[in-house]
């Protein structure tokens, strides 16, 4: 089936340490998109990428690293300068503004 | 640059009755899409009905339709007919030219049986 497939679905982080949290979609998308959502918040725009190779900053960028080498993949790194990691993230995937298609998302914790 | 605001932290509506969901967005473009999408405890993202910005008629989804007001910068969701199953976080979001997704903070529904 097509779609996008986040994992993992539950990660938990030391602190200091660099996670990576996965993303890749078969639906042929040129647009990735990064999210973050925390406990009874809106979701928070990372980073995105409209095509391989480029990507772009987006309001809470700071302390995360992405890259886009393959079309179908579009990995997020949450580094150790990210202070609160803690939280729900989800990817998406678009082609044009039609409609974009969300993973189930991961849940990122801090131990 | 644009932004997205829903007033309504929390709502609650009857089973059967009516309610609507309130969202502002502003910007300057003029072309643009907004949608509204629907979370609930899984937290999988649904998307629940689509406005492109030139079309003047409001967009309609069974149970679902929109008010859009452009000049007014204004996107309300009407929901008609309340189900138990229509409980979630809803959040409405706007995609501009420059390709960001932006979204509200949220409205989370209840419904009362």
């Known amino acids: 089936d097509g779609g996008i497939t986040q994992s993992p679905k539950y990660l938990f982080r030391k602190e200091g340490q660099n996670v990576t949290l996965s993303c890749e979609q078969n639906?042929?998308?040129?647009?990735m998109y990064w999210y973050r959502q925390d406990p009874g918040q809106g979701l928070r725009l990372i980073y995105y990428?409209?095509?391989?190779?480029?990507?772009q900053k987006g309001d809470i960028a700071e302390g995360y690293s992405v890259s886009r080498e393959k079309k179908e993949s579009f990995p997020l790194t949450v580094t150790s300068a990210q202070k609160n990691p803690t939280a729900f993230y989800l990817c998406?995937?678009?082609?044009?503004?039609?409609?974009?298609?969300f993973g189930e998302g991961s849940w990122l914790t801090v131990v | 640059a644009q932004t997205v605001t829903q007033s309504q932290p929390e709502m609650s509506v009857q089973e059967a009755e009516t309610v609507t969901l309130s969202c502002t967005y502003d910007?300057?473009?003029?072309?643009?899409?907004l949608f509204w999408y629907k979370q609930p405890p899984s937290r999988q993202m649904i998307l629940v009905i689509r406005?492109?910005?030139?079309?003047?008629q409001n967009a309609t989804e069974n149970r679902f339709s929109v008010n859009f007001q452009k000049a007014a910068k204004s996107f309300s969701l009407k929901i008609s007919d309340s189900q138990l199953g229509d409980a979630a976080m809803y959040f409405c979001?706007?995609?501009?030219?420059?390709?960001?997704?932006?979204f509200g903070q949220g409205t989370e529904l209840s419904v009362k049986p």
């Open positions: 998406a995937s678009s082609w044009g503004r039609n409609t974009i298609y």
């Open positions: 639906l042929n998308h040129d647009a």
């Open positions: 990428s409209q095509i391989v190779n480029d990507f």
């Open positions: 910007t300057s473009e003029s072309d643009y899409y």
């Open positions: 406005q492109e910005a030139y079309k003047q």
């Open positions: 979001a706007y995609w501009g030219q420059g390709g960001k997704l932006i």
